[in-house]
T-cell receptor, first 110, second 115 residues
Framework: DAKTTQPNSMESNEEEPVHLPCNHS???????IHWYRQLPSQGPEYVIH???SNVNNRMASLAIAEDRKSSTLILHRATLRDAAVYYC???????????FGTGTRLKVLA | DTEVTQTPKHLVMGMTNKKSLKCEQH?????MYWYKQKAKKPPELMFV???????INESVPSRFSPECPNSSLLNLHLHALQPEDSALYLC??????????????FGAGTRLSVL
């Protein structure tokens, strides 16, 4: 079964880059990798997604390993508002299903 | 407008009560989802509706009854719940197109307590 593995928690200093890792060794060739984050008392919100190539958007960058068995979400300059639980998710090909990882709780220190 | 609205925000109910959770979106999305999220855990998929028809039921107990009366609304009817059903219930919606990446937009959730 598809599965993702993430560290339980990470800390970062404000204004510094953060690299959030995710392992997904059981990924299939056409499963997309999505990242969402969940702020306190809110539903998850979309951050970024990718299939094979590295991706950048205004929120973050996504670096995907060549074998696709792992990926890293990069926040270039962490702010206090980035403190949240970050979920690495596999969107199973041909389905509506998201397979959520256990999430990494990011703490940003002022 | 990328908003998914869920009501009520909080709900307390007894084990013999009947209540409903409501979800609404006006993004033209034709796929809608219910998730259950326990404290400090990731969301777990419960149901998926596509074009107002039930597409996925993740073996959810019959005391949870979903309904999709139109393309903008999704309800979750609750009856004879157990205390272990206390959780945050999240609604989400997405496009259906195969070319789209089915990015899901989530509501803020209904926090349910069953006494």
């Amino acid at each position: 079964d598809a599965k993702t593995t993430q560290p339980n928690s990470m800390e970062s200093n404000e204004e510094e880059p953060v690299h959030l890792p995710c392992n997904h060794s059981t990924i299939s060739g056409t499963d997309y990798i999505h990242w969402y984050r969940q702020l306190p008392s809110q539903g998850p919100e979309y951050v970024i997604h990718g299939l094979t190539s590295n991706v950048n958007n205004r929120m973050a960058s996504l670096a995907i390993a060549e074998d696709r068995k792992s990926s890293t979400l990069i926040l270039h300059r962490a702010t206090l508002r980035d403190a949240a639980v970050y979920y690495c998710i596999l969107r199973l090909s041909g389905t509506y299903k998201y397979i959520f990882g256990t999430g990494t709780r990011l703490k940003v220190l002022a | 407008d990328t908003e998914v609205t869920q009501t009520p925000k909080h709900l307390v109910m007894g084990m013999t009560n009947k209540k409903s959770l409501k979800c609404e979106q006006h993004m033209g999305h034709r796929a809608m989802y219910w998730y259950k999220q326990k404290a400090k855990k990731p969301p777990e998929l419960m149901f998926v509706y596509s074009y107002e028809k039930l597409s996925i039921n993740e073996s959810v107990p019959s005391r949870f009854s979903p309904e999709c009366p139109n393309s903008s609304l999704l309800n979750l009817h609750l009856h004879a719940l157990q205390p272990e059903d206390s959780a945050l219930y999240l609604c989400a919606s997405s496009q259906v197109s195969r070319q789209a990446l089915n990015i899901q937009y989530f509501g803020a959730g209904t926090r349910l307590s069953v006494l």
